[in-house]
């Protein structure tokens, strides 16, 4: 059984163009997250919801809006990509005040050419 | 700014070595140190965790140590595998804050175990 899922793996597509991010959590986790992994491996997060409500947004562009339908689901939408967005997402999920482990899911590669 | 700095970078053991990495953090708020795993092509895996409350935790071959007068913890790997080899992360949180638990990073250790 997957706990947390993305979709699609690998995203290619060119400067200029919109795409969405999918993430799916089965745990039951009221808490979601967006994390940004570089070239160089660093993890740093993007975004929370605490149930379907934005908890944390650090320095992102604007380009960047995510969207929680629910609490079991957290989509990234990125408008106009730059070649510097290219880059892993990871999506992860945790309960609060349930020990504060996040589970992550298995990423999504962008490549902007 | 970078709150939790990691060392080294990369590390090679061999079989049966023992490998340590380093972290410091500089905001004494944070109260909740874990590490995680993560494995080419896929997300990072929690391995342990530590509260400021203890100066040691293991959990099978893995082990942290916490000084926090240092602010400086340390995961220690025995009698490492091949198997082990993977990127490490320390990572440091300040649990209190409203409850949503903001993790921020260290900048992740290569280790490669040799058989």
């Known amino acids: 059984d997957t706990a947390v899922s993305q979709t699609p793996k690998y995203l290619v597509t060119q400067m200029g163009n919109d795409k969405s991010i999918k993430c799916e959590q089965n745990l039951g986790h009221d808490t979601m997250y967006w994390y940004k992994q570089d070239s160089k491996k660093f993890l740093k997060i993007m975004f929370s919801?605490?149930?379907?409500?934005?908890?944390i947004n650090e320095t992102v562009p604007n380009r960047f809006s995510p969207k929680s339908p629910d609490k079991a689901h957290l989509n990234l939408h990125i408008n106009s990509l730059e070649l510097g967005d290219s880059a892993v997402y990871f999506c992860?999920?945790?309960?609060?005040?349930?020990?504060?482990?996040?589970?992550f899911g298995p990423g999504t590669r962008l490549t902007v050419t | 700014q970078q709150q939790v700095k990691q060392s080294p970078q990369s590390l090679i053991v061999q079989k049966g070595g023992i490998p340590i990495i380093n972290c410091a953090y500089e905001?004494?708020?944070?109260?909740?140190f874990p590490w995680y795993q993560q494995f080419p092509g896929k997300g990072p895996a929690l391995l342990i965790a530590i509260r400021p409350d203890v100066s040691e935790k293991k959990e099978g071959r893995f082990t942290i140590s916490f000084n926090k007068s240092a602010k400086q913890f340390s995961l220690h790997i025995m009698d490492s595998q091949p198997g082990d080899s993977a990127t490490y992360f320390c990572?440091?949180?300040?649990?209190?804050?409203?409850?949503?638990?903001?993790?921020?990073f260290g900048a992740g250790t290569r280790l490669a175990v040799h058989p």
């Open positions: 905001n004494t708020a944070f109260d909740y």
């Open positions: 919801y605490n149930n379907k409500e934005l908890i």
């Open positions: 992860a999920s945790s309960q609060v005040g349930g020990g504060y482990e996040q589970y």
């Open positions: 990572a440091a949180s300040n649990s209190r804050s409203g409850g949503y638990n903001k993790l921020i």
